[in-house]
């Protein structure tokens, strides 16, 4: 009798722990990793947070993202085949840094006049997708976007050609070109090289989007800045494919929904932190912002001319329809133009 009791006793009490136990049962969290090449402050890193945040509230935290900046996962170099083997699950890539790789997205760094990265950067998505290039093959594509159109940042005053004759400045990529067309002494490296290369006077200044003079201090150095607005660089995030393959379908669902509304986001960021970055780096470090003359504008527009035509050519040999890529470059640039 005393047994029979006790086991009831034992059996009420599961029942009454189990009926105030919470019935809820958390379904596994998904977690991932994302490694980006620059510092924080950077304008791709700021667009990574931002992703992670949506990303993390769309799915209801279902997933966790966890960011790597300043290259503590994967450089900048190795960031693509990193992605591709598995070392983190999502990368950022700016395709500069291996020109031969990504050829057909690399046009858009062609002197086409993209003119800002929120136009930029959709054309980019565009060019994406109609084409679907080989060199992503072993990825997903979470988004793209391009940085606002390059100018000159320099220790010295440059307002003629004559100033950029063997004045060595870094660039990559489409960029690069620009630069050797204009007689420069380019230097290759990636935008996270630079700062110690313009501290040590390896080089004596850069051609990148200027919200770099505020966001990596480079206006504590550069004191000149010469408006071009010539060439953009183009970047993409990518997810390792079987990290992506593993994922439910709202996750998917919810990353392919914001696969165009970031690179909006990001290229809208990019264009109104350019100009705070002007305004402080005048105002903060005395900068002062060169302009060349519509004549000079045409003079230095016309180094350029040959760099699309080289290219076309190079491309056609190589299988790829070069002469179609330029014509719908130029033609998403008027179309996503209008707003
Ligand atoms: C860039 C790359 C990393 C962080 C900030 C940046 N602003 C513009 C770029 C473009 C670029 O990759 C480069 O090398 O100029």
């Known amino acids: 009798m005393k047994r029979v009791s006790l086991f009831f006793c034992v059996l009420a ?29 950077t304008f791709p890193c700021v667009q990574m947070e931002r992703w992670k945040t949506e990303i993390e509230k769309r799915t209801d935290s279902a997933v966790q993202i966890h960011t790597f900046p300043g290259g503590t996962l994967l450089g900048a170099k190795d960031m ?34 993209i003119p800002d990265a929120k ?12 084409y679907q290039p080989k ?9 793209m976007f ?6 000159i940042m320099s220790k010295e005053p440059v307002t003629e050609l004559s100033d950029l004759k063997g004045l060595d400045l870094r ?6 070109q620009i630069l050797k067309a204009w007689g420069a002494n380019q230097v290759g490296m990636p935008m996270s090289d630079t700062p110690e290369a313009l501290q040590k006077g390896v080089v004596k200044g850069l051609f990148s989007s200027l919200e770099v003079m505020k966001d990596l ?18 970047f993409a995030v990518i997810m390792n494919k ?3 393959g593993k994922l439910p379908d709202h996750v998917k669902q919810a990353m392919d929904g914001m696969i165009e509304e970031q690179a909006a986001w990001t290229g809208n960021y990019m264009d109104n932190h350019v100009s705070d970055a002007i305004t402080w780096s005048k105002e903060t470090h005395q900068v002062e912002v060169i302009t060349l003359t519509p004549e000079k504008k045409a003079e230095w527009n016309a180094k350029l001319a040959p760099i699309t035509e080289n290219w076309i050519k190079t491309t056609e040999e190589s299988g790829l329809p070069g002469a179609q890529i330029v014509q719908d470059i130029k033609d998403l640039i008027v179309k996503r133009s209008v707003k």
Not at 23 to 34: D, R, T
Not at 119 to 130: H, R
């Open 119 to 130: 136009t930029g950067s959709l054309v980019l998505l565009d060019l994406y997708n109609k």
């Open 80 to 113: 693509m085949d990193g992605v591709i083997n598995g070392q983190a699950d999502i990368g950022c890539i700016c395709m500069a840094y291996q020109p031969g790789r990504f050829t057909v997205t690399n046009a858009t760094s062609l002197p086409l006049d």
């Open 146 to 151: 391009v940085t606002a159109p390059a100018n």
């Open 242 to 244: 079987s990290a992506w």
């Open 13 to 41: 009490a599961f029942a009454l722990v189990a009926g105030t136990a919470p019935v809820k049962v958390q379904a596994k969290q998904i977690s991932l990793n994302y490694a980006n090449f620059p510092p924080a402050p």
């Open 217 to 234: 201090k480079f206006a504590e150095i550069c004191k000149y800045i010469t408006i071009t607005d010539t060439v953009i660089y183009p």
């Open 135 to 143: 060199a992503f093959d072993k990825v997903k594509v979470l988004t």
């Open 171 to 176: 660039a990559s990529g489409g960029a690069a």
